[in-house]
């Protein structure tokens, strides 16, 4: 199986470069369809797990074909699910910057918009998570688990408050970059 930890030096990469946009990302429109879900996730793209499965670290169950909040089996077979495999690798799918005077003088009130979001997708969808915040020069890195999450928290900053949303995209890894600027 493809594991992040064989990618030391592009990982480094992505986390490191913050701001910039790395090599193998290209800008994307909103409405573009590439967010139609890419098997190229090699985080889930690791054939069939058999039914039920529970992820001992978080709990979810994958049960009819997706991962679910719902008691397991004690029988269940057991497995570390997609998210909780990001999380242990360090190795997001999704990265949202936010930025701006606005941003700046509206954060708290911005950053509590993003953790409900996060809340609400993660109640139906375990595998939509915020991995990390991260503060630096201004700009606030939030990083996800899920490209649709990070996407998701975008247009929500964007249909409250405006501001400029603009998405990179690496086909290759499935990796989304959300930058919001306002
Ligand atoms: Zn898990």
């Known amino acids: 199986m493809f594991r992040a ?69 004690v029988n ?17 799918a999704g990265f949202l910057t936010l930025k701006g005077e606005f941003f700046q003088s509206h954060r708290d009130e911005i950053m509590r918009l993003v953790r409900n ?19 630096k020069d201004g700009t606030t890195l939030v990083t996800t688990t899920d490209i649709h999450l990070a996407r998701g928290i975008g247009e929500a900053l964007h249909h409250a408050y405006q501001g400029e949303l603009k998405y990179h995209y690496n086909p290759e890894q499935n990796l989304l970059r959300v930058s919001w600027a306002h």
């Open 117 to 135: 979001h996060e809340e609400h997708e993660r109640a139906e969808h375990p595998l939509k998570r915020i991995m990390a915040e991260e503060e």
């Open 5 to 73: 930890s064989q990618l030391p030096t592009y990982r480094r990469e992505i986390i490191m470069s913050h701001t910039t946009v790395s090599s193998g990302f290209r800008q994307v429109e909103r409405h573009d369809g590439i967010f139609q879900e890419r098997e190229h996730d090699s985080y889930r793209a690791k054939g069939k797990l058999p039914e039920p499965t529970v992820c001992p670290q978080c709990g979810a169950v994958f049960h009819e074909g997706r991962w679910q909040w719902r008691q397991a089996p």
């Open 76 to 92: 269940a077979h057991r497995e570390t699910c997609p998210a909780c495999h990001r999380i242990r690798d360090h190795y997001p």
